[in-house]
């Protein structure tokens, strides 16, 4: 289980900690409607595959559960879950709830 | 101490280099259908099937260490003449010779990403610049490896994975038990190794490209002369 605090607050610690790594401090200062990818976006692409990689192990640590961020479900959607933190703060959310612990 | 993980260590190439590396103090994670008969203190068997997306996740789910290398050797093969090849044989192939070293690339780069580090291994075949006829499914399938190879190799490397591919001619193995002696002697002569090549000598090979200095990512290398 991961409330939406809980969920906003593991994206927003975890862009900090990037932001922190590739020297940009624009991360550290990220709200709901930092716009992650495409034009104008806090990350290039490589910054958000690294971003999901390590928020999928702060999943793990946070609620015991194995999640994967990048499903086809979530591949698939008009608005796409990572396009903004808040979207992807609910898209946590959404796969926790799916998700079974490991085994 | 470093940690491995090869697919397909229950016989051939993947068993050899997984005893090598246990000799040489690792801890090896072997990925197999059957479990094999490797038995060692520092060696951990997971059955799993690497065309199962879920499986492999599974898998690497099990594994809390860090991981340092991943060697993507399990394969399957069939020599068949292209227009003699069934369907269902090439889809096979490719979901063992490519799919199966993708999920494993995916999910354990991952974890490699997470650590900023890491060495991924792919082993194809010289089949694929040779272009060798009656292994028309085989050679495609492992042409795709090689293209994740590249592609991977520039998508990582910025977080210090290094992805790179291995390859070699005819090994004795399973792969290339149906194979007429004489066309594996004609092979091995025109690779400029008319003596063939032992296990263990792949092995060598392997070993020799781990250091990061050996050779840059996205690089396929080959223990052949072409």
Redesign the interface.
Known sequence: MLTRPQALALVLRRLALLGRELGKPQLEQANEETRLFGEAAALDS?GL??L???L??DVRAACGV?V?LADEKAMSRLTSPFRRVGLLADHLIDVVEKSTP?? | MSTAVITGTSRGLGRALAERLLAEGWSVHGFSRSSGEITHPRFTAHAVDISDEGAV??AV??ISDPIDLLVNNAGAASLNALLLTPGSIAASLMRVNYLGAFHCLQSIG?VM??QRRGLVINITTVAVPLSLEGEAAYVASKAALDALTKVAAA?LA??GVRVIGLGFGPLSTDLTRAVPGFKLAELDARLGRPQGTSLAQAVDFIIQHLPAASSASGTIAYLARL
């Open positions: 490589i595959v690294t999901m990689a390590d999928e192990e194995s994967h490991p085994a | 996740r599974a789910d099990q991952k990403v997470r998508e910025p977080q």
